[in-house]
């Protein structure tokens, strides 16, 4: 069973700070992984992917992965009540012929002002 | 660029009718498009996929016969929940990818079945 794992939260921060959002994955064989925001009611956008080790930076969201470990992160710097939301972290599943994307449960981030 | 369509953004129909949801991409084709189903708090579950012109591969635990899925373009692709129960009252959300790993999401279709 492939599966993709996310503390459900919900992570408080005071606005301002470093949010860290974290995920582990079980399938040795995923090779990229997404991270997406779901605001309530919404559907989920694509914050950024990332498929090689180390950090991937995209203005104050930073994407971590250690494929050796099986975990992927999300930073999210200068932290803004705006992006209080539900984080989904996804695996690149290539099982079958479409490829499908395993999404973790979520975790639920707050921002305080 | 990349954006997936839905249509309707809300239904509400009765027990044992019948609901079309549409997904286009509107600015690429789309090789696979993808239909997911969320209930409230919970995560987005894959229900299938589905290839232009292929029928469509449904995830275990879901009904073909009822979940009906078309995609007869590169653009379209439509899924129609029949017989529909206050039990199939939830969100669904279709996304679409032209090839590679990203999928592009749309918007999302509240049904709700009284």
């Known amino acids: 069973q492939k599966e993709v794992e996310q503390n459900s939260g919900p992570l408080s921060v005071p606005e301002g700070a470093i949010a860290s959002l974290n995920c582990t994955y079980s399938d040795r064989g995923s090779q990229s992984f997404f991270w997406y925001r779901q605001y309530s009611g919404k559907s989920p956008e694509l914050i950024m992917f990332?498929?090689?080790?180390g950090d991937k930076e995209d203005g104050r969201f930073t994407a971590q992965l250690n494929k050796a470990s099986q975990y992927v992160s999300l930073l999210i710097r200068d932290s803004q009540p705006s992006d209080s939301a539900t984080y989904l972290c996804?695996?690149?599943?290539?099982?079958?012929?479409?490829?499908?994307?395993?999404f973790g449960k979520g975790t639920k981030l707050s921002v305080k002002p | 660029g990349a954006v997936v369509s839905q249509h309707p953004s809300r239904v509400i129909c009765k027990s044992g009718t019948s609901v079309k949801i549409e997904c286009r991409s509107l600015d690429f084709q789309a090789t696979t498009m993808f239909w997911y189903r969320q209930f409230p708090k919970q995560s987005l579950m894959l229900m299938a996929t589905?290839?232009?012109?292929?029928?469509?591969?449904?995830e275990q635990g879901v009904e073909k016969d009822k979940f009906l899925i078309n995609h007869a373009s590169l653009t379209l692709s439509t899924l129609t929940v029949t017989s529909a129960h206050p039990e199939d009252s939830s969100f669904y959300i279709c996304?679409?990818?032209?090839?590679?790993?990203?999928?592009?999401f749309g918007p999302g279709t509240r049904l709700t079945v009284t």
């Open positions: 996304s679409a990818k032209q090839g590679g790993y990203e999928q592009y």
């Open positions: 589905s290839n232009e012109g292929s029928k469509a591969t449904y």
């Open positions: 990332i498929y090689s080790n």
């Open positions: 996804a695996g690149f599943n290539y099982g079958g012929s479409q490829g499908n994307l395993i």
